[in-house]
């Protein structure tokens, strides 16, 4: 049974960091690339970034560029996202996921597992 669990987030003032991590288990994690998607309330899910399967390839988001990392441990099966200087648009429920196929990594229908979300909460 595959797991996606997410930690990491919380309620953080204008300017702070956060580090969210997603561990996987019951799958091939080199064989997935992992991804982060948001909702904020009253949205729907938004995609955040996404790394390759090999680690090599990353996309993000414009509105976090420059701001958010997104980064995979082979090892632990996890990936992170390094959240810095964060801004009250970036408040929402944050979401794991996970999908074996390449295809269009900004289509959140096209990711086969997702976990529960951890939310965080940017205050001005």
């Known amino acids: 049974q595959v797991q996606l669990t997410e930690s990491g987030g919380g309620l953080v003032q204008a300017g702070a960091s956060l580090r969210l991590s997603c561990a996987a288990s019951?799958?091939?994690?080199?064989?997935?690339?992992m991804g982060w998607f948001r909702q904020a309330p009253g949205k729907e899910h938004e995609f955040v970034s996404v790394r390759s399967w090999s680690g090599y390839s990353t996309w993000y988001h414009a509105s976090v560029k420059g701001r958010f990392t997104i980064s995979r441990d082979s090892a632990k099966t996890t990936v992170y996202l390094q959240m810095n200087n964060l801004k009250p648009e970036d408040t929402g429920v944050y979401y794991c996921?996970?999908?074996?196929?390449?295809?269009?990594?900004?289509?959140?229908?096209?990711?086969?597992?997702w976990g529960q979300g951890t939310q965080v909460t940017v205050s001005s």
């Open positions: 019951g799958l091939t994690f080199r064989d997935y690339a």
């Open positions: 996921a996970a999908r074996k196929n390449s295809g269009d990594y900004y289509n959140e229908g096209e990711y086969d597992y």
